[in-house]
């Protein structure tokens, strides 16, 4: 049997992060070299799977942060029992405990999320203890990790090339390579429908200083000139986070950045707006999900309708761009209220600011979701389909389920043909005067090709 400590005797499987090359094995990967171990990785959204480095591979360890990840960890994980049925699989990720009854059923032997990598190593350990006593069989699911960690910086050197993963098009259609980093993981806030609540329990943990700066370094030494914090909140710690933005700009004062940031942060810190512009943040990402004070209040987002465009008027008065996303099929949203999304988008001049992706988004009720009992979704919501880790729910307008699957197709089509937003957005437009039965409305001009747009990442955003 292969010893754990042998190079790739452990392996680190990347499914999908967003089009970013994967922290979430980068990270583990560290924690284990500095416990002796020889990681080997593999980010099967670039790689093809690969049998010969799952035979040598005694764990295997499936990070699944996302719902597309988990879908696609769950076809690795079959193919890994294929080719090597006593391998340990080990799921991770905030989606692995959410669904970790059906993963330990179907092809899991451990689960865990939360605080990981000190945990993936206490198993690299269990697995090196067990040894000459042969397969360990499944366990039980554990509680989130919650415990504050001693990071090392990223272990990058083996994942595939940044030129592979999404890069920055700044205004001018130029395009160049983006790193990924967090200075902080987990969030405070309770929004029902985030897979976040349910395994942090409103608790986030900064990452130190140096080590982000750390892996900036590495990152920019790789060709990276912009950086995204992927932070679930960078304003949830807005102390640490000016730091870390000025120690950026101090040392690197030419790369640029972007951060994803609540509604409500972006007001209570508008002061802090300027000098974020000022250190290099190009725009900022909020998930601002509905412009409907009832759906926002059954998702519990903390902010408002009138918030949303006082944030963005806060964001632009800064010299950033804001780049909203948007939830807009929930069972609560209406026709109209849809159509009135649109025109918000229109009206203030945010279409190359959206992913035309995002008009098709349809609330997603996962296991453990705070949403998945809540007396709102109860009417509407069905069983759990359970091969594809979501609870069904149907809209009481059935128009409305007409029309997210007419924009999601339309959508998925713009995107592989790279076709300007503004012409997507158009074209949604009239699928929303269809559904509603209104006339159409004039198609406008195409815009010019060569106009400067917002900045953005060449990889629309999927869950």
């Known amino acids: 049997m292969t010893g754990v400590r042998e190079p790739g005797a452990i392996l680190l499987v990347g499914c999908y992060e967003l089009g970013h090359q994967p922290l979430a094995v980068a990270w583990p ?194 060709g990276a000139t912009h950086i995204t914090f992927g932070d679930p909140d960078f304003l949830n710690g807005p102390r640490h986070a000016l730091d870390v933005a000025r120690a950026l700009h101090r040392e690197l004062p030419a790369v640029t950045f972007d951060i994803t940031a609540k509604i409500e942060h972006l007001l209570r810190q508008r002061q802090h707006l300027p000098e974020l512009r000022a250190l290099g943040c190009l725009f900022i990402v909020s998930a601002v999900e509905s412009l409907s004070d009832t759906v926002l209040a059954h998702l519990d987002k903390g902010h408002t309708r009138a918030d949303v465009a006082a944030a963005l008027g806060a964001v632009r008065s800064a010299g950033i761009t804001l780049r909203p996303t948007w939830v807009p099929f929930t069972p609560w949203t209406t026709l109209d209220a849809y159509a009135e999304m649109l025109d918000f988008v229109e009206g203030e001049d ?60 339309l959508a998925a089509k713009a995107a592989e043909a790279r076709e300007d937003a503004a012409l997507t957005f158009g074209r949604i437009r009239a699928l929303a005067d269809e559904a509603r039965e209104v006339p159409s409305r004039p198609s406008s001009p195409p815009p ?16």
């Open 29 to 222: 990967a560290a924690f284990l070299e500095r416990a002796g171990y020889r990681p080997a990785v593999l980010d099967v959204s670039i790689e093809p799977f690969d049998a010969e480095r799952v035979r040598r591979a005694r764990l295997v360890a499936i990070s699944v942060p996302m719902h597309t990840a988990l879908r696609l960890g769950v076809g690795v994980a079959a193919r890994v029992r294929q080719e090597h049925p006593s391998a340990h699989i080990c799921f991770y990720g905030l989606y692995a405990t959410l669904n970790a009854e059906h993963l330990l059923r179907h092809s899991a032997d451990s689960v865990m999320s939360g605080e990981v990598e000190d945990a993936l190593v206490e198993l690299a350990r269990h697995l090196e203890a067990a040894a000459d006593r042969g397969p360990v069989g499944p366990r039980a699911a554990s509680a989130p990790i919650l415990t504050k960690l001693d990071f090392p910086a990223p272990s990058r050197s083996l994942l595939p090339s940044l030129k592979k993963y999404a890069h920055l098009e700044r205004g001018d259609g130029r395009l160049e390579l983006a790193g990924y980093v967090e200075a902080s993981r987990g969030c405070k806030h309770h929004c029902r429908h985030c897979p976040i609540p349910p395994v942090y329990g409103g608790r986030f943990f900064v990452v130190d200083r140096a080590v982000v700066m750390a892996d900036v370094r590495q990152l920019v030494d790789a």
């Open 448 to 463: 010019p090709s060569d106009r400067r747009r917002a900045p953005r990442l060449s990889e629309a955003w999927f869950c």
């Open 350 to 409: 945010l279409v190359d600011a959206v992913d035309p992706v995002q008009y098709s988004i349809r609330l997603l009720v996962p296991p453990g979701s705070l949403l998945a009992e809540s007396e709102a979704l109860r009417p509407y919501r069905g069983p759990l389909v359970e091969h594809d880790f979501y609870y069904r729910w149907t809209h009481p307008d059935p128009r409305m389920d007409r029309l997210q699957e007419r924009v999601a197709s």
